[in-house]
């Protein structure tokens, strides 16, 4: 028996071989890891979705209750006009009735906006 005869055998056994554990084994492995792909990203969406949530959360209870506007004098004193409006619920109304009064009395005050609680 020659080498090449040998080497013959070894590689119709190699390739047996290959084959058989390649279709009863490998491809078996990855068609149940397939099915978990689709659970590890929904698992890591979710668990990215609560994170995201908590740290919303705890950052909203960090926020003003409510909102005043602070009437400061060319002096830097603070004054108080009882004509203008100057508690708010919300950030966004303060920041409003800030900027018309800007326009109104720029001249002669600065407003500022202050958290209350």
Same mark, same amino acid.
């Given at each position: *028996? ?25 491809? @078996? ?8 792909? /689709?659970?590890? *990203? /929904? ?5 990215? /979705? ?5 740290? $919303?959360?705890?950052q909203?209870?960090?926020? @003003?209750?409510?909102?005043?506007? %602070? $009437? ?7 004054? $108080?006009?009882?004509?203008?409006r %100057?508690?708010?619920q919300?950030?966004?109304?303060a ?12 001249e002669?005050?600065k407003?500022?906006? $202050?958290?209350?609680?």
């Open positions: *028996m020659s080498i090449s005869g040998a080497f013959a055998i070894f590689i119709d056994i190699f390739s047996i071989t290959y084959t058989w554990l390649i279709h009863n084994l490998v491809n @078996p492995l990855v068609a149940f890891a397939k099915g978990f792909e /689709v659970g590890i *990203m /929904v698992t890591a969406s979710i668990i990215f /979705v609560l994170i995201t949530v908590f740290f $919303v959360l705890r909203a209870k960090k926020l @003003p209750k409510s909102y005043k506007i %602070q $009437v400061i004098d060319v002096f830097g004193h603070e004054n $108080v006009n009882s004509e203008l %100057q508690s708010f919300t950030y966004e109304a920041a409003s009735y800030a900027r018309e009064y800007r326009k109104l009395y720029e002669n005050y407003f500022k906006i $202050v958290g209350v609680g």
